[in-house]
């Protein structure tokens, strides 16, 4: 889960980019490369490349800067659109930089050349579609386990029975709250 290093004050990262630098090889693996803001990378390409990916002010005034063709919605207009979901990141109103609370603002630019750089050099994706391709088809298989200890087996009946009552309450709130939340919604 790489993505959790995207902030260069966190502990985490503090502790793992000096492991990470020392290793001969080093491959960061995730399911979402950068969660909301190019800045959240720059740590993870800076793991891999300190040499390409020195200075995190640089990034920040190359990848996180408004872009004068960004639409209200925050997105780059030049940058990957969102049915294209193999770009790096989305943008969203702060930086790591900008904390203060002023009026949200978009902070992103240059995003097509930042998805380019990191398909090129750094960043290999490979979506559920493709890879499920070539995976063998789900196989279920029920095991039943003999718990000969009786004492031990009648507990874990009751423990079961017990689990099986709470999530069919926990079923009943819920399709009541969403009932109630679809009622709300009409109004």
Known sequence: ECHDLKNGKAQRTRALLPVLKAAKRAILLTGTPALSRPIEVFWQLHALDADQWADAAEFHKRYCQPSSSSSASGTASSGPTATQSSAPMTTTTTTERNT??????????????LHTLLRATLMLRRN????????????????????????????????????????????????????????????
């Open 100 to 113: 203060s609370n002023t009026a949200a603002a978009p902070r992103a630019s240059h995003l097509e050349e």
């Open 128 to 187: 559920k579609a493709s890879i499920l391709t070539q995976l063998p088809p789900k196989r279920r298989v029920r095991r039943r386990v003999v718990i000969e200890d009786a004492e031990l087996a009648s507990q874990l009946r009751a423990d079961l029975d017990e689990f099986r009552e709470r999530a069919s309450e926990l079923a009943a709130v819920s399709a009541a709250a969403a009932a109630r939340d679809a009622k709300a919604a009409s109004w």
